[in-house]
C-alpha cells in the first residue's frame, strides 16, 4: 500500500475515532442536550465509521485488482522469456552450428582445389545466412523496447504490423500518421504496449484484416486497431488483457474505448491529449 493510501486510511480511521469520542462524550457528560441532538451526534459519529469502513473496503479492492494486474504482469514476462529463448535456440543456435558446418566444408574443398563444391556451399551459405538476418529481425521486433529507442514509435508500430502477420499468418497493416511524430519515450511505449496487446488478441480472436493506425490531431493523439470480427464486448471490462491497456493508458493520461459493429468489425481506441500529464 502506498504512503497515501495509508495516509487516507489514517485520516478516515482517526475522524471516525474523533467522531465516536465526541458522542460518547455527550452521551455520558451532557445530560442537558436535547435528546434529539445527541441521537444527531451518534448518528454523525456512525456515519464516520460507515465512511472509513467503506474506504478500506474501497482500498483493499483496489490493491487487490493491482496485484492480480501485477501477477499477470509477471507471467506474461516469463511466457516472453520463455518463448525468446526458444526462438534463440531454435533459429540462431542452430544457424550458427550450420554456418560453422558449412565453413568446415568449404576450407575442405579450397584445400582440395574443388572450386566448383566450395562454390556451391557458399551460394547455400549465403542463403542461410539472410534466412538468419530476416529471423533476427522479427526477433528484434519483439523486443519492443530495443526497437522504441533505436528507431521509434512509427518504426515500433510497422514492425509490429508485420510480426503479427508473421507469426500469426493473418493480414496486418500500419497507417501511418500523416503530419510529423514528436517522440517521448515513456508516452510513446505505453501507446505501443496498447498496440501490441490489441493486435495480438485480434489476430487471436478477430477476423481479418487487422488495422493499425495512429493519428496526431489538433490537441489529440489517436490509436486504433480494427479488425472485421465484431467479436469485442460492448463496455470495457472483463478480461484481464483490457485491464491491462486501461491501465497502460490511465499511467499516460489516455482514454481507451472499444467500439464494435457485430459480425462486421471491432476496435480497440486510445486518446491522449497532448500535453496530459501522466498518473504517478
Same mark, same amino acid.
Given at each position: 500500500?502506498?504512503?497515501? /493510501? ?48 467503506? !474506504? !478500506? ?18 507471467? !506474461? ?33 579450397? $584445400? ?25 529481425? $522479427? ?49 510513446? /511505449? ?69 467500439? $464494435? ?20
Amino acid at each position: 500500500m502506498s504512503s497515501s /493510501t495509508e495516509r487516507l486510511l489514517t485520516a478516515g480511521v482517526a475522524a471516525a475515532a474523533a467522531a465516536a469520542v465526541v458522542a460518547l462524550v455527550v452521551l455520558t457528560a451532557s445530560t442537558w442536550l436535547h435528546g434529539a441532538l445527541m441521537l444527531a451526534a451518534v448518528a454523525v459519529a456512525w456515519f464516520a465509521i460507515d465512511r472509513a469502513l467503506r !474506504t !478500506t473496503h474501497a482500498l483493499a479492492e483496489r490493491n487487490r485488482e493491482q496485484s492480480e494486474l501485477f501477477d499477470t504482469m509477471l507471467r !506474461t514476462l516469463d511466457d516472453e522469456r520463455a518463448a525468446l529463448a526458444l526462438r534463440l535456440h531454435d533459429g540462431p543456435q542452430q544457424t550458427m552450428t550450420a554456418v560453422r558446418l558449412m565453413c568446415d566444408v568449404i576450407a575442405d574443398a579450397i $584445400r582440395t582445389g574443388d572450386v566448383d563444391r566450395a562454390t556451391e556451399v557458399l551460394a547455400r551459405l549465403e542463403d542461410v545466412a539472410s534466412d538468419a538476418a530476416d529471423d533476427l529481425r $522479427r526477433t528484434v521486433a519483439r523486443l519492443h523496447p530495443v526497437v522504441m529507442e533505436q528507431l521509434g514509435l512509427i518504426q515500433a508500430l510497422g514492425s509490429l504490423a508485420e510480426t503479427v502477420h508473421e507469426e500469426y499468418g493473418v493480414d496486418a497493416s500500419f497507417i501511418r500518421p500523416a503530419s510529423g511524430w514528436q517522440g517521448d519515450v515513456e508516452r510513446d /511505449t505505453a501507446i505501443f504496449q496498447i498496440a501490441r496487446e490489441a493486435a495480438i488478441n485480434a489476430a487471436r480472436h478477430g477476423r481479418p484484416p487487422v488495422s493499425i493506425s495512429l493519428e496526431h490531431g489538433e490537441g489529440v493523439i489517436s490509436l486504433a486497431v480494427q479488425d472485421t470480427g465484431g467479436t469485442l464486448p460492448a463496455k470495457p471490462v472483463g478480461g484481464i488483457g483490457i485491464r491491462m491497456m486501461q491501465e497502460r493508458a490511465t499511467q499516460i493520461g489516455a482514454a481507451i474505448t472499444l467500439d $464494435r459493429s457485430p459480425g462486421e468489425w471491432s476496435a480497440v481506441r486510445l486518446e491522449l491529449p497532448v500535453g496530459a500529464a501522466p498518473t504517478p
